[in-house]
């Protein structure tokens, strides 16, 4: 390996392109030296300013000599078969989210990765890279908050496309709140609900925007998830975590403030993802690169993306049906299955000796 890591970029949409321009520009110590995208043009666009090469097979692109580690930000149904290349050449790749599209292909990456006996696969939860969520998480596991009894989380877009459906959203965006959640307060989620309101006006027909999505866990605490992606607002996370001794609450805009003659006060929300999370993007590429150098990783493991995996089908299970969907992450085995007088539900392959 040079002294730079050689990185493919696998995706070069509104996430990989941001990727590319971070690595070429903000992360130390890596190069992005060849660029895959099924839109041969949009590919070339990308990689021509920084001089990386344009391979159209993305097999082809893990696989090229030039290449140290991979970052896959392709479409999800994508990420399985991309993953698995990466693993059989037995390169690091950071993954965006979701880990695979289904359990059953997650599944399969988890037990792969394992055989290998090392950990390759970093998923791209760029949420615990955020200082604010750091901060948050040291609080709890230093007992400041006491035992955690509730999370509130809010989850709001100011507009997306049709393509986001009310499954969708729950496979997309909701799944940042199932990781935030388990990486604050260090345990599993056992169930989920779905409540159902009214919808805004601008969502397509059938499609329930906003939600309300319900979670308990391990020990007890409830957690609410407003998911609005059409709010015509602005991009806003926030996130409560009420204890036993207090409270605390993160993602509140606290940017520039001011006071005008005529009354009125205030300031800019942020319009998008890279404003409210930009720097963690970069903090966690670099922490990546860094990590990727010694073949290993440094945040959410092939594990926690089966696990997200996991309670959001449980998720889009809960919402079809109406009634709790049950999540079992005992002794490395899974299963999200209904109340037990409902006698139905779905059954995850067994993970037994998978890394928690």
């Not at 006071?259 to 670099?286: C, H, N």
Request: proline share 4%; with cysteine; net charge negative.
């Amino acid at each position: 390996m040079s002294d730079e890591l050689r990185v493919a970029v696998l995706g070069v949409g509104m996430m990989g392109a941001f990727h590319v321009d971070a690595l070429s520009k903000r992360v130390r110590g890596a190069q992005v030296t060849v660029v895959n995208d099924y839109l041969d043009d949009k590919a070339k666009e990308v990689a021509g300013p920084i001089g990386a090469r344009v391979e159209p097979d993305p097999i082809a692109a893990i696989n090229d000599p030039e290449v140290d580690a991979v970052l896959i930000a392709s479409p999800g149904d994508a990420h399985a078969a991309q993953l698995a290349a990466c693993l059989d050449r037995g390169i690091p790749v950071l993954c965006e989210k979701p880990l695979t599209t289904d359990m059953n292909s997650a599944h399969a990456i988890v037990q792969k990765e394992r055989a290998l006996g090392k950990q390759l696969i970093q998923v791209g939860f760029m949420r615990r890279f955020d200082a604010e969520y750091a901060a948050l998480r040291k609080l709890i596991t230093d007992g400041g908050l006491g035992k955690p009894l509730m999370v509130h989380c809010v989850h709001r877009n100011p507009a997306v496309g049709d393509h986001f459906t009310s499954e969708f959203m729950i496979r997309d965006s909701v799944v940042h709140e199932v990781d935030s959640v388990r990486f604050l307060l260090g345990e599993e989620l056992t169930s989920v609900e779905v409540i159902k309101g009214a919808a805004t006006g601008s969502a397509p027909h059938g499609i329930h925007d906003p939600m309300l999505v319900i979670f308990e866990t391990e020990s007890g605490a409830i957690v609410t998830d407003e998911i609005f992606v059409r709010s015509g607002v602005a991009y806003e996370v926030r996130t409560e975590v009420v204890g036993e001794k207090g409270s605390a609450f993160i993602g509140l805009d606290q940017n520039l403030q001011t006071k005008s003659i005529d009354g009125r006060w205030g300031g800019k929300m942020t319009p998008s993802f890279v404003e409210r999370f930009g720097g963690a993007y970069d903090v966690e590429l670099q922490r990546w690169v860094d990590a990727a150098k010694s073949g290993t990783i440094d945040g959410a493991s092939a594990w926690d993306g089966y696990a997200a995996v996991a309670v959001c089908e449980a998720g889009v299970q809960a919402l079809r049906s109406g009634v709790k969907f049950h999540v079992h992450l005992t002794g490395g085995a899974v299963a999200a299955i209904e109340p037990e007088e409902q006698q139905a539900g779905i059954q995850a392959p067994d993970l037994e000796g998978a890394w928690p």
